[in-house]
Structure formats: C-alpha cells, structure tokens
C-alpha cells in the first residue's frame, strides 16, 4: 500500500513540474519582447495551448458539421395564394314531381347513376287505374266523332255538333296524358349525371315537393371559389395555371385553371371571386367536394432566378444573410429578397450560380468559422481520412502521449518500475533486516539473538 501511494505522489509531481516548466516558458517569452497576445491567446484558449487538450494543430475550434446546397437558376413561378373548400361542378337536391308514399328505393349512397337512371318509386296504384279510366274516356270520344262525321256526309248532323264533339274529344285525350303524366313521375329519377351522396328518404315514408329525397355531385369535376383582393385582382386572368396544395410546405396534388372571374367587387368583403375548375382525379392524390385546400394561382413565370429554403435565410433583425462554404470555413454575405412561394424565396443580390449555401447548421456559425460537410444537395459526403494516433507528435509537447510524462510512447504500467531503481524501503533479495527470521526457521539455543 505504502510502494502504491509512493509511486502516485512521484507521477503528481512529474505532472505538475512539466505544468510549471510550460507555463514559465509562455511568460519567459512575453517578458523578452515575443507576440504577448499570442501567448495570452494560447493560454486563454479553451483546453490550454496546443499540446494540451486544445483542438490539434493550434485550430481556433471544431469545425461545425452543416448541410449545403450549390446554387441554380431556374424559372420561378410568380404565385397568389388564397385558401377555400372544394365543392363539386354540379350539385342538386333531387325533389319528387308529385306527393306520395316511397314504395321501393332503387340506389344507396355512394352509388353513380346515370342522368335519367331511376332512384326510387312511389306507390303508384291508383294513378294507373286513373290513367286505365282517361284512356277509355278518350277512346269514347274519339269514337263519337268518327259517326258524328259520318252522318254529316248525310246531312243527318249539324257542322256545330261535329266540333262540340271534336271539342270534348281533345279534352279527354289531355286528360289522358296528365293521367299518364302522374304514372310516370311516381319514378323519381336522377336529373344530372353523378354520384348519391345522400339519401333522406326511407321505404313507406310520405314525401311530398319541397323536401329532397336524394342529394347527387358530379365528383369528377370540382371547383374552387376563390376570394382573390382587390388590388391583386388585375393579376389574375382567364386561362391561368392554379395549382392545388392539401397541406403548407407539401407539393401540389393537382393542377387547374381559371374558368372565370367575376366582374364585380364584393362590398362588404373588398374582394372578387375567382373560380378554379380541377379534375377530382388530375393527380396522384383524389380530391372531394368540401375538402380544404390551398390553391396557387401562377400569375407570372420569371426566368433564370435563385431560389432558397426559406430557412437557410438569416433575418434575425439584421439584413437578410446566408452563409457560403469557401476553402473549408463560412463565409457570411448579405442578400436582397423577392418573390417567396411556399417554403422557397428568390435571392434577388448576393449570390451567383455555383456558390455552395449553407441549409441545415446556420445558425451555429458564425463568419469565418470552419465547418465540416455531412451533406451536400442532399447526398451524404464522405469524411477526411484522419491521421493515426501514437506518432509522437499528438496533444502533449515533446512526443509525450501523456502517459505520466513518457517519451516515445513508453510508459510503466500499473506495479511497474525502471531497471535498477527500488522503491524506497524496498531491499534487494536474500537480504532481511535485524531480528527477522525466514519463515520456518527456528533460532538455535543459546544464540545470543
């Protein structure tokens, strides 16, 4: 335990000697006139000068690992954004043509139908055998004007009891048709083509015409009413590209265009309404009628411009700034802003094609500082070989690897000692103090000891 705690008071000594040695060096120099702000410089550097526990090399610090992009030009799309609900084209509530009792029903929600397809059928018993009773009725009539003619070829009727006849036959046969009229719209049909999206009505129920029974769309043709201001208004024109975003930040789902553009201000909203058609199914995603979307309307296109994330830009009470990747270290530059669509902006000064912008660590930086590449336009970039420990010229002056002071890397285990030199109160072999005895032996009698 002694020869343990021995051995770590020495190599505590050794340490600190080598400290003081190293610190007296740095004021012996700033005292015979040397580069005092370099000294004071080094030893106020976090971890000490270089050699001890500072970045390899005398580096001012770690390089800061980023992301960045090369700048390219391209077109840059001029947008004006404005949010609604998707209705569809056509949609109507279908009433039926006459009051009555729902006797069967044809189709349930969700079903598409054709533009005439029968829905449902009210019970319609009663107006055939009125319609059975209008035909003979009419038949009656035609029948007595054909003798009524025929006995005017003998003088034996008068011309005015021919027409009264007549007269009374052209009654019967209207009152045939509406008969057969009331037969047919006991068929409530589907006045569009399109989609049941709702059915109010049940089996048995009495219905009448001013309540619906079903609700039709066309799902296939939606559009979008848009309340486009009015000091933007004279931008959007007829024909205009409009492209359909479900979420901020994502792609666009589907593309439209502008059908038409009211002529007239809203008053009370200051605004002109702007109607997009779009196919339900122009794109990888299906839109609904009701479903909230954001829609881009492409008022302008601008050739060879750049364009940023809007998050590489640093507008933090400043002018707006970027940080550009030159020889290994940030560089910072001011830029001018224009147009912005979605999560891009346009870099109008600042920059030109082929600088390497910093994306994704900016805010880490600061001008000048070094930084270490992880991505670049998204791939992944393979790290700088680095050199191998142990070769004598690592974070401690002199070659020492640190182990408590060794040159060349040699050091003395845990226990271990230099050829020739014992601990202190440590005596070579063979040899024992007065008054010990080897183990086993017994002093002999009579022995003085």
Known sequence: MDRRIGRTVAGARRAGLALILSAGGLLALAACGGDGDAVSEAVAR?????????????????ATPISARVVESGDLEVTLRSSTNLRAREEVDVVPRQAGVISRI???????????????????????????????RAQAARDAVERARSLQTLDLISEQEVERLASEARIAEAELGLARLRVENAEIR????????????????????????????DLDRLEAQLAVPERESSRVVVGQTARIILQEGSAPVATGRVERIRPVVDAGSGTVQVTV?????????????????????VTETLADRITLPRTSVLVDGAAPRVFVVQEGVAVEREVTLGYSRGDRVEIRTGLTPGDTVVIVGQDNL???????????????VAAPAVPEAGSGGG???????????????????????????????ERP?????????????????????
């Open 106 to 136: 044809q189709v349930e929600e969700g079903a598409r139908v054709a533009e005439g397809q029968i829905l449902a059928h009210l019970d319609d018993a009663e107006w055939r055998l009125q319609a059975d009773q209008s035909e003979a």
């Open 277 to 297: 058609t779009v196919a339900s199914r122009a794109g990888e995603v299906a839109l609904r009628p009701g479903q909230f979307v954001n829609v881009d309307l």
């Open 395 to 425: 974070a401690f002056p002199g070659g020492m690897d640190g182990r408590e002071g060794r040159p060349g890397g040699e050091a003395t285990g845990q226990g271990e000692r230099p050829s020739g030199e014992r601990p202190s109160g």
């Open 429 to 449: 072999s063979g040899e024992r103090p007065s008054g010990a005895t080897p183990s086993g032996e017994t002093p002999a009698e009579g022995d003085g000891r």
């Open 366 to 380: 600061r001008p000048d500082a070094p930084v270490r590449m992880m991505e670049l336009d998204g791939a992944p």
């Open 46 to 62: 976090p971890g000490g000068p270089p050699g001890f526990g500072g970045a390899p090399g005398g580096m001012m610090g770690r």
């Open 190 to 217: 589907a006045p569009i083509a399109g989609t049941v999206t709702h059915r109010y009505i049940e089996r048995g129920q009495q219905v009448n015409t001013t309540n619906p029974s079903f609700r039709l769309a």
